[in-house]
C-alpha cells in the first residue's frame, strides 16, 4: 500500500474549469509495471473523503480553515498533525456534517454530509471526539446499547462486539458506571463506542490518555481493519512518530495543510529518519502566508520526489468510469427515536430524587398559591362612630322586627348596620373619630364608618324630595367611612360588602315608605355575563393562570437544563453523529417529558378541584387538554 498514491489530476490552465474531476492513480512499483503489457499499470483506489477549498471562521474571528483541500482515500489510515488549534477538530466536525463550511466542498463516499449518497452522519462513521462525551450515570454495557439501538445493531453482533471490545481495550466490568471510572478508563470506554459497530469511517480525535503498549495495540487493530475491512481511519495525533504506519499524513498550521504526502515519502524527500524532526522543520519553514510557493505546489513537490524514488506511471479515469457510491440505507427515524426513549429513560431513573422533584414541584406551587391566596378574607373588622345614637352601640334588632310593616325611619344607622353579614365584617364601636382613626393606625380596624346626627331624618328626606334637598340635608344623608388600603384586596372585600349591604337596606326603606324600590339600584345595570360569574373570588380568578404558566415553566426548565448538559458534555454531538436528528431528539423528549407532564397535571388539577374546591366551568378535558398542551410547548421550547 506504501508505494500507491492517488492525487488529483490538475490540468493546465486552459483546462480547468472542465466540469468533471478526473482522477489519476500512480504506481511506483516497477515490478508491477513490467507485469503489464504496455510497461504501465495502476490500482484503482476510490477516495472516501475530499475536502476542497474549504474555510470557516467563527463569528467575527480570524478564519479556523483557510482555503484547505485534502485527499483521503478508501481503505486507508490517514493521520491529522497539527498543533491544538490549527482547526483539526473543526475539520473533523465538517466532515461527519456536525458543521457547515463557510465555502468550500466536503465529499464522504461520494456525496455531501448530510446526503442520503453519503450515509453521513449516520452508522458509516464512528467517530471519537476530542473529548470524552459519555453519559457519567450510565454503565459501560448501558452505553453500548444505546449507540448500538442508534445503529440498529442485532443482540447477536452486540454481544460479541462488546466481548471483544472490553477484552481487547481491557475495559472494566461492563456493569461498572462510567463516572466511577478514570480518565484513561473513560477515554478507551469512547474509542469502544466508536468502534463497536464496525463503521467504514473511523475518526479518532485524539488517542491520548491511552498506554503506549494499549496504543500499540489500537494501531494494529486499524491495521487490521483497513486490511480486513477496507475501513477508512483518520486519527488525529500528538504523537508524530506513531503516524509511521500510516498510509499518508497531513499537517496541518494555522487553518492550512502545509503538506500532504506518505511517511516514507517525507522521510526520503527530507533524508532523516524522525518524522518529528520533519515536522518541526515544515513548521519553522512555514511563513504562514497564502502565497508561500510550498503550500500551492506541495502536490507537485510529492509527485518530483516519488519521480525520484521510482518510475510513475498514470493511467486516467473519467468520474464516469470511477466507482460509483450507491445511496445507503440508513437506520430509521423510528430506530432512532426509539433508542433516543430508552436512554431519556435511563438518564430520568438515574436521578430519582430529581425526577419525584420535576413530579411534584408543581402541583407544590399551586398548593402554596392558593394558599397563600386563600379563600375571601373573614373575618374584617370595622369602627363604627354613631353619632346619630351619641355614640353608643345599636341595639341588637329582632328578625321579626326587620320583616315588620310600615315606615319606620328612627335609627336607620342600626338597620343598614344590621344587614352588613356578620360572618365577614366584625363591627366595633368607637366614641370618636380620633379613636377610630387611632384603631386603624394600630392594625386593630381596616376602617371605620362615620354617621352624623340626625342621618336617618336626612336619608329619608334625600329620598323623598329629591328636587328641593338642600346641601345641608344632602351633606348630612352621607356616611363616611375612612380606610386602610395597605390591603387591596381586604379593603375590596370592604366595599364590596358594604355596597351589596346598603343596597339591601335602602331597598328595604324604600318599599316599606311607598317608593318604588328601584331607586335603590344603580342606573347602571350588570346582565348575565357572556363568560364567568360576577361573584368570582380571587383564588378562582388567579388558578388557571398561575397553573398554566407553573406548567410551561417546570418542563420548559426541565427540558433546556437537560438539552443544554447534554450539549456541554459532547453527547449530544456524538449522538448528532451517529445520525440522530434535531427534531427525533424533541420527538423523543416529548414522548418521555410528556410522561412527567401527565403527572404534573393530574397532581395539580387534584389540588385545585379537591381541596379547593375550584370548580372547571365548561368541559373538564378541554381545561386538562389545554394545560397538557401547555406543558409540551414547554417541554418544545426548552430545546429553542
Not at 123 to 128: D, Q
Not at 202 to 210: A, E, R, Y
Amino acid at each position: 500500500m506504501d508505494n500507491k498514491i492517488v492525487t488529483l489530476w490538475e490540468n493546465d490552465t486552459n483546462n480547468s474549469a472542465t466540469q468533471d474531476n478526473l482522477d489519476y492513480e500512480m504506481d511506483t512499483n516497477s515490478d508491477s509495471a513490467q507485469n503489464n503489457g504496455n510497461g504501465k499499470s495502476a490500482v484503482r483506489i476510490p477516495v472516501a473523503v475530499r475536502v476542497q477549498h474549504a474555510s470557516k471562521t467563527y463569528g467575527a474571528g480570524p478564519e479556523v480553515l483557510k482555503n484547505l483541500s485534502m485527499t483521503i482515500e478508501k481503505g486507508t489510515i490517514y493521520s491529522l498533525l497539527g498543533s491544538s488549534g490549527c482547526g483539526k477538530t473543526t475539520l473533523l466536525s465538517c466532515i461527519v456534517g456536525i458543521r457547515k463550511l463557510d465555502s468550500g466542498e466536503i465529499s464522504v463516499f461520494g456525496g455531501e454530509p448530510g446526503s442520503r449518497e453519503s450515509g453521513i452522519p449516520g452508522k458509516r462513521v464512528g467517530f471519537m471526539p476530542q473529548e470524552n462525551s459519555l453519559y457519567n450515570d450510565f454503565s459501560i454495557n448501558e452505553s453500548m446499547q444505546y449507540f448500538a439501538a442508534l445503529y440498529d445493531m442485532s443482540g447477536h453482533d452486540l454481544r460479541e462486539s462488546r466481548d471483544f471490545l472490553v477484552k481487547f481495550l481491557d475495559l472494566p466490568d461492563p456493569e461498572r458506571s462510567i463516572g466511577t471510572l478514570s480518565g484513561g478508563q473513560k477515554r478507551r470506554v469512547s474509542l469502544a463506542l466508536s468502534l463497536i459497530h464496525s463503521p467504514e469511517l473511523l475518526i479518532l480525535d485524539p488517542t491520548v490518555g491511552i498506554d503506549p503498549l494499549l496504543r500499540e495495540n489500537i494501531w494494529n487493530h486499524l491495521l487490521s481493519l483497513v486490511a480486513k475491512k477496507n475501513t477508512t481511519v483518520i486519527i488525529t495525533t500528538h504523537y508524530t512518530e506513531e503516524a509511521r504506519p500510516s498510509n499518508k499524513i497531513g499537517l496541518m498550521r494555522g487553518g492550512r495543510l502545509i503538506t500532504e504526502s506518505s511517511p516514507q515519502e517525507l522521510l526520503a524527500q527530507h533524508e532523516t529518519n524522525s518524522l518529528e524532526n520533519i515536522v518541526l522543520k515544515l513548521c519553522k519553514n512555514d511563513s504562514m502566508d497564502i502565497d508561500n510557493p510550498h503550500v500551492q505546489n506541495r502536490r507537485i513537490s510529492a509527485i518530483a520526489t516519488i519521480t525520484s524514488i521510482g518510475k510513475i506511471t498514470y493511467r486516467k479515469f473519467s468520474s464516469a468510469g470511477s466507482i460509483q457510491y450507491k445511496p445507503y440505507e440508513s437506520t430509521t427515524s423510528f430506530q432512532r427515536i426509539k433508542a433516543l426513549v430508552g436512554k431519556n429513560y435511563v438518564v430520568m431513573t438515574r436521578n430519582l430524587i430529581l425526577l419525584l422533584f420535576m413530579m411534584i414541584v408543581p402541583a407544590t406551587q399551586v398548593l402554596v398559591i392558593c394558599l397563600a391566596i386563600g379563600n375571601d378574607p373573614k373575618p374584617m373588622w370595622m369602627g363604627v362612630v354613631n353619632h346619630e345614637l351619641n355614640y353608643t352601640s345599636c341595639p341588637i334588632l329582632d328578625p321579626a322586627s326587620k320583616q315588620g310593616e310600615g315606615c319606620d325611619v328612627e335609627n336607620l344607622s342600626c338597620k343598614f348596620l344590621a344587614e352588613i353579614p356578620t360572618d365577614t365584617i366584625y363591627l366595633r364601636d368607637y366614641a370618636t373619630d380620633e379613636l377610630a382613626r387611632d384603631a386603624v393606625k394600630a392594625g386593630k380596624v381596616w376602617g371605620f364608618f362615620t354617621f352624623p346626627k340626625n342621618w336617618s331624618d336626612n336619608l329619608y328626606e334625600r329620598a323623598s324630595a329629591a328636587g328641593t334637598i338642600e346641601n345641608e340635608t344632602l351633606r348630612g344623608s352621607y356616611v363616611k367611612m375612612e380606610m386602610d388600603y395597605s390591603n387591596k384586596q381586604i379593603s375590596y372585600a370592604i366595599k364590596s360588602e358594604i355596597y351589596d349591604a346598603f343596597e339591601i337596606f335602602l331597598k328595604d326603606v324604600l318599599v316599606k315608605c311607598g317608593f318604588y324600590e328601584g331607586l335603590a339600584e344603580s342606573p347602571i345595570q350588570y346582565v348575565d355575563p357572556v363568560y364567568g360569574t360576577d361573584d368570582t373570588d380571587f383564588k378562582e380568578f388567579i388558578s388557571p393562570g398561575v397553573l398554566v404558566a407553573i406548567m410551561l415553566f417546570f418542563p420548559l426548565c426541565s427540558t433546556a437544563v437537560s438539552y443544554i448538559w447534554d450539549k456541554k458534555q459532547g453527547t449530544l454531538e456524538r449522538s448528532m453523529v451517529a445520525g440522530v436528528q434535531s427534531w427525533e431528539i424533541m420527538a423523543s423528549l416529548l414522548l418521555t417529558e410528556g410522561v412527567v407532564v401527565v403527572i404534573q397535571c393530574i397532581f395539580s388539577f387534584s389540588i385545585i378541584l379537591y381541596l379547593f374546591n375550584i370548580e372547571i366551568l365548561g368541559s373538564t378535558s378541554l381545561a386538562v387538554g389545554i394545560t397538557l398542551l401547555m406543558g409540551l410547548g414547554g417541554v418544545s421550547m426548552g430545546q429553542c
